[in-house]
């Protein structure tokens, strides 16, 4: 199954980074406005809308609608792990992963990794994805890394940014 990774050091403890990117604010606050993604709905492992801390068993309902050209996709992401989970304080690490239960791939499950070094922190993001079309997506697949760069390059200069260094 094909892979997309990007690293990055963020100027920021990581606790701060972590904060975040555990929130439903984080996550549009980080994506492109080209991908013209809304937030249709979030629900928290218990049922509860709009948890303040995406933990897991949380479900986000979204669409996109990338550079306005393609007819609008509806997605559903689940946070299957996360460590440390709740409001529990982060010591070294801290990782989450969402995967799409239904949304235009055959599969996507999305790492979000977060190291702390001194008073900094390393962000890693590792996608792992099969397109849509059978045997043709396959095929793709490989290619799609050169799609998903723009968006990943974006979401860590904003997080550079949203601390304070680009």
Same mark, same amino acid.
């Given at each position: ?13 990581? +606790?701060?980074? %972590?904060?975040?990117?555990?929130? =439903?604010?984080? $996550? ?5 406005? %080209? /991908? ?16 303040? *801390? $995406? ?6 309902? /979204?669409?996109?609608?990338? @550079? !306005? =050209? ?9 946070? #299957? ?8 304080? *982060? ?5 989450? =992963?969402?995967? /799409?239960?239904?949304?235009? &791939?055959?599969? %996507?499950?999305?790492?979000?990794? @977060? ?6 922190? #390393? $962000?890693?993001?590792? *996608? ?5 079309? !059978?045997? #043709?997506?396959?095929?793709? +697949?490989? &290619?799609?890394? =050169? ?15 949203? @601390?304070?260094?680009?």
């Amino acid at each position: 199954m094909p892979t997309y990774r990007r690293r990055t050091r963020i100027a920021a403890p990581i +606790g701060d980074v %972590w904060a975040f990117h555990s929130t =439903v604010d984080g $996550l549009l606050e980080l994506t492109p406005e %080209w /991908m013209d993604m809304r937030i249709e709905a979030v629900e928290g492992p218990d049922g509860e809308r709009d948890p303040e *801390v $995406l933990t897991a068993g949380s479900r986000i309902r /979204m669409s996109i609608r990338p @550079f !306005g =050209v393609v007819p609008r996709q509806r997605w559903i992401s689940r946070i #299957v792990e996360r460590e440390p989970d709740g409001d529990a304080p *982060v010591e070294g690490s801290a990782y989450f =992963v969402d995967d /799409m239960v239904d949304g235009p &791939f055959r599969t %996507w499950e999305h790492t979000h990794a @977060f190291y702390a070094d001194g008073d900094e922190t #390393v $962000l890693v993001d590792a *996608v792992e994805y099969r397109l849509p079309f !059978g045997a #043709v997506g396959d095929a793709a +697949g490989p &290619f799609a890394k =050169v799609g998903f760069e723009g968006m990943f390059r974006d979401r860590h200069r904003r997080t550079k940014e949203r @601390f304070g260094r680009a």
